[in-house]
C-alpha cells in the first residue's frame, strides 16, 4: 500500500495538471491559438532552460558509473532499433509512426525521473538520474530529430543530408541547452562564479526552469479531446503497451543478465526513471515543433501517465522484493 501511494503522489499532479488544461479549454479559458503558442514557447524557452539549469547543477563527473553509463546508451539504441522495426510492421497510418517510436525511447527522466529518483533513494539516486541526463538528453533529442525526418522524407538519404541534419540537431533548443549544459560542468569554477556574482540571473533561470512542468502538461490537457482519443487508440495501445511495458521488461532483464559485468549498485532508481517513466511531456512540443502530430503525442502522454502509476507500482513493489531498493 506504501508503494501505491508513492507511485499515486509522484504521478497525480502531473494528472491534475493535465486535467486543468483539459477544463480549462472546455470553458474556453484557452484557445487554440494560445495552446498553440504556448507550446511554441515551452519548446524554445521553459524545456531548454530547464535543461541547462539541471544539467549545469550536475556536481562535476567524478560520480559517473561508467558501466551504467554506456548500458544506458547502448539500451536507448536498443529499443530505437527494435522499435524501428515494430513500427514499420505495425499496420498504422504513416504520420502516426514516428510519433509512437519516439514514446517508446523518449521517456519523462526530466520532469518524472528527477521527482521519482528522490523519492525512491534520496540525492544518491538523484545523482545517478542527474549524471545520466548529460549523456541520455543529447542522445534522446538527436534521435528524435532523426526519427522524424527519415519517416517524413521519401527522398533518398544522401551525406548532404545527413550534414544538414547534423547541423539542424544542433540548431535545435533542447540541443544548444545540452551543450551549455555540459559547458558549466566542464566549466564548474566560471558557472559558481556567476551563480555567486549574477544571483539575479541565475534565479531568473530558476523561475523559468520552473514554469516548464506545468505549463507544459497544461497545455497537453488543453490539447486532449475524447473524439480523437477514440480515434486514436490503436497507436495509443501500440506507445503505451510499449513504453510501460515492452521496454521495460527488455531493459531490465538485460540488467540482470549484465549484473556479473556491470554494478547497478544505487543505479536501479535512475534506470526505472529513465526506462520505466511515462512518455515525456516534452515529445508534445518537440513532435510539434518537428512537424509530427501533436494531439497524439499528447494523447501518449496522458495516458502513460495515468497507466504509469500502476506499472511503476509493480516494478517498484517487484524491485523490493528482490532487494533492489
Request: hydrophobic share 60%; proline share 4%; aromatic share 14%.
Given at each position: 500500500?506504501?508503494?501505491?501511494?508513492?507511485?499515486?503522489?509522484?504521478?497525480?499532479?502531473?494528472i491534475?495538471?493535465?486535467l486543468?488544461?483539459?477544463?480549462?479549454?472546455?470553458?474556453?479559458?484557452?484557445?487554440?491559438?494560445?495552446?498553440?503558442?504556448?507550446?511554441?514557447?515551452i519548446?524554445?524557452?521553459?524545456?531548454?532552460v530547464?535543461?541547462?539549469?539541471?544539467l549545469?547543477?550536475?556536481?562535476?563527473?567524478?560520480?559517473?558509473s561508467?558501466?551504467?553509463?554506456?548500458?544506458s546508451?547502448?539500451?536507448?539504441?536498443?529499443?530505437?532499433?527494435?522499435?524501428?522495426?515494430?513500427?514499420?510492421?505495425?499496420?498504422g497510418?504513416k504520420?502516426?509512426k514516428?510519433?509512437?517510436?519516439?514514446?517508446?525511447?523518449?521517456?519523462?527522466?526530466v520532469?518524472?525521473?528527477?521527482?521519482?529518483?528522490?523519492?525512491?533513494?534520496?540525492?544518491?539516486?538523484?545523482?545517478?538520474?542527474l549524471?545520466?541526463?548529460?549523456?541520455l538528453?543529447?542522445?534522446?533529442?538527436?534521435?528524435?530529430?532523426?526519427?522524424?525526418?527519415?519517416?517524413?522524407?521519401?527522398?533518398?538519404?544522401?551525406?548532404?543530408?545527413?550534414f544538414?541534419?547534423?547541423?539542424?540537431?544542433?540548431?535545435?533548443?533542447?540541443?544548444?541547452?545540452?551543450?551549455?549544459?555540459?559547458?558549466?560542468?566542464?566549466?564548474?569554477?566560471?558557472?559558481?562564479?556567476?551563480?555567486?556574482n549574477a544571483?539575479?540571473?541565475?534565479?531568473?533561470?530558476?523561475?523559468?526552469?520552473?514554469?516548464?512542468?506545468?505549463?507544459?502538461?497544461?497545455?497537453?490537457?488543453?490539447?486532449?479531446?475524447i473524439?480523437?482519443?477514440?480515434a486514436?487508440?490503436?497507436?495509443?495501445?501500440?506507445?503505451?503497451?510499449?513504453?510501460?511495458?515492452?521496454?521495460?521488461?527488455v531493459?531490465?532483464?538485460?540488467a540482470?543478465?549484465l549484473?556479473?559485468?556491470?554494478?547497478?549498485d544505487?543505479?536501479?532508481?535512475?534506470?526505472i526513471?529513465?526506462?520505466?517513466?511515462?512518455?515525456?511531456v516534452?515529445?508534445?512540443?518537440?513532435?510539434k515543433?518537428?512537424?509530427g502530430?501533436?494531439?497524439?503525442?499528447?494523447?501518449?502522454?496522458?495516458?502513460?501517465t495515468?497507466?504509469?502509476?500502476?506499472?511503476?507500482?509493480f516494478?517498484v513493489?517487484l524491485?523490493?522484493?528482490?532487494?533492489f531498493l
Amino acid at each position: 500500500m506504501e508503494n501505491f501511494a508513492f507511485a499515486f503522489n509522484a504521478l497525480a499532479p502531473l494528472i491534475f495538471l493535465a486535467l486543468l488544461g483539459y477544463y480549462l479549454r472546455q470553458k474556453q479559458v484557452l484557445s487554440d491559438n494560445f495552446i498553440s503558442h504556448l507550446n511554441r514557447f515551452i519548446f524554445v524557452v521553459a524545456l531548454p532552460v530547464l535543461i541547462f539549469v539541471t544539467l549545469a547543477n550536475v556536481e562535476g563527473l567524478e560520480k559517473i558509473s561508467w558501466g551504467v553509463v554506456w548500458f544506458s546508451i547502448v539500451m536507448t539504441f536498443v529499443v530505437v532499433l527494435a522499435g524501428t522495426f515494430a513500427v514499420l510492421f505495425w499496420q498504422g497510418k504513416k504520420e502516426h509512426k514516428p510519433v509512437v517510436l519516439q514514446s517508446l525511447f523518449r521517456g519523462n527522466f526530466v520532469l518524472i525521473g528527477i521527482p521519482l529518483a528522490m523519492r525512491l533513494g534520496g540525492n544518491d539516486y538523484l545523482s545517478v538520474v542527474l549524471i545520466l541526463n548529460v549523456f541520455l538528453i543529447p542522445l534522446v533529442n538527436a534521435l528524435s530529430i532523426v526519427v522524424f525526418h527519415l519517416f517524413q522524407k521519401t527522398e533518398r538519404f544522401t551525406m548532404r543530408m545527413f550534414f544538414g541534419l547534423l547541423t539542424d540537431t544542433f540548431k535545435n533548443p533542447l540541443m544548444i541547452a545540452v551543450v551549455l549544459g555540459i559547458l558549466a560542468i566542464v566549466f564548474e569554477a566560471p558557472w559558481i562564479a556567476l551563480k555567486e556574482n549574477a544571483g539575479v540571473f541565475v534565479e531568473t533561470l530558476d523561475y523559468i526552469a520552473v514554469t516548464a512542468t506545468p505549463m507544459a502538461l497544461i497545455a497537453v490537457g488543453g490539447q486532449f479531446k475524447i473524439t480523437r482519443s477514440r480515434a486514436l487508440m490503436s497507436p495509443i495501445l501500440f506507445g503505451s503497451i510499449g513504453r510501460l511495458v515492452a521496454v521495460p521488461t527488455v531493459v531490465f532483464v538485460s540488467a540482470v543478465l549484465l549484473r556479473p559485468w556491470i554494478t547497478f549498485d544505487h543505479s536501479w532508481a535512475a534506470l526505472i526513471s529513465i526506462f520505466a517513466s511515462p512518455v515525456a511531456v516534452s515529445s508534445v512540443a518537440v513532435t510539434k515543433g518537428l512537424g509530427g502530430d501533436d494531439e497524439l503525442a499528447s494523447q501518449l502522454v496522458l495516458w502513460t501517465t495515468a497507466a504509469a502509476v500502476f506499472t511503476i507500482f509493480f516494478i517498484v513493489v517487484l524491485f523490493r522484493y528482490v532487494g533492489f531498493l
